[in-house]
């Protein structure tokens, strides 16, 4: 099956992105590298269904990596891929517009 056909560089860049998660998930493991359960506790309100899944769609497009630690039990590791380093820094920008206008935003749709 052909993969999508995307409009721009933004079209596709969305679709990586997109969703409630996936660009917190790249704002945790900007950090450092993490555990699925030390995902979850920092990313309070996501279910573990939608964080593994998330997970695997962002590992699906090269954006993370998922190392797997052979003892017992399992220790499952997330750590960002050059790419997902690139894709972090062109978020940067975006994350510092909302720094700039979150109080503003959130005192419109508090009027509204």
């Given at each position: 099956?052909?993969?999508?056909?995307?409009?721009?560089?933004?079209?596709?860049?969305?679709?990586?992105?997109?969703?409630?998660?996936?660009?917190?998930?790249?704002?945790?493991?900007?950090?450092?590298?993490?555990?699925?359960?030390?995902?979850?506790?920092?990313?309070?309100?996501?279910?573990?269904?939608?964080?593994?899944?998330q997970l695997r769609?962002?590992?699906?497009?090269?954006?993370?990596?998922?190392?797997?630690?052979?003892?017992?039990?399992?220790?499952?590791?997330?750590?960002?891929?050059?790419?997902?380093?690139?894709?972090?820094?062109?978020?940067?920008?975006?994350?510092?517009?909302?720094?700039?206008?979150?109080?503003?935003?959130?005192?419109?749709?508090?009027?509204?």
């Open positions: 099956m052909p993969g999508p056909e995307f409009l721009c560089g933004l079209d596709a860049a969305i679709d990586v992105v997109g969703g409630k998660w996936k660009a917190l998930v790249l704002w945790a493991l900007s950090v450092e590298p993490r555990r699925t359960g030390e995902l979850r506790r920092e990313l309070d309100g996501v279910s573990e269904k939608v964080l593994t899944q769609e962002l590992e699906r497009d090269g954006i993370v990596t998922r190392t797997v630690h052979d003892q017992v039990p399992p220790m499952v590791v997330y750590s960002l891929t050059p790419r997902g380093v690139a894709l972090d820094r062109a978020l940067a920008a975006l994350g510092e517009w909302g720094e700039e206008h979150r109080a503003d935003i959130s005192a419109i749709r508090r009027a509204s």
